[in-house]
Every structure is written in C-alpha cells, then in structure tokens.
C-alpha cells in the first residue's frame, strides 16, 4: 500500500498514513484525521472547506 504524509492536527507531528482518501488515526496521539492531501480540491485549486463530510466524522470519532 502506498504511504502518504500529513502533520497532525492535534499533536503537530508529521505522521505517514495510506494513501487513501479517508479518516485514519493518528499513529503518534490516535486521535482521529483526514488524510487531506489526497483530497482533490487541492489538484483543481480548490480551497479546503470546513464543511467536508471527512472532516465532520473525524470531529465526531474525537468527540468533539
């Protein structure tokens, strides 16, 4: 499986995830987040919005 980066949120560490479009956990802190740099919207020149449905089941797997 291929691996992608992203820099948490929560605890700020860049942490390798797959490369895949969906919620993962954090393998430093295991809060949950989005793998946004698979996201598409970035390739069209898209901005991120706050209202993503990935985004949205993160906040709720974190009880927030």
């Known amino acids: 499986m291929e691996k992608t980066y992203e820099c948490c949120p929560h605890?700020?560490?860049e942490v390798e995830?797959?490369?895949e479009l969906k919620v993962q956990k954090c393998p430093n802190c295991g809060k949950h987040i989005v793998t946004c740099s698979m996201c598409m919207n970035g390739?069209?020149?898209r901005p991120?919005?706050?209202d993503?449905?990935?985004e949205i089941l993160a906040?709720?797997?974190n009880g927030e």
């Open 11 to 13: 605890c700020g560490a």
């Open 17 to 19: 995830l797959d490369a």
């Open 43 to 45: 390739e069209l020149g």
């Open 48 to 50: 991120c919005t706050y």
């Open 52 to 54: 993503c449905c990935l």
């Open 59 to 61: 906040h709720h797997l």
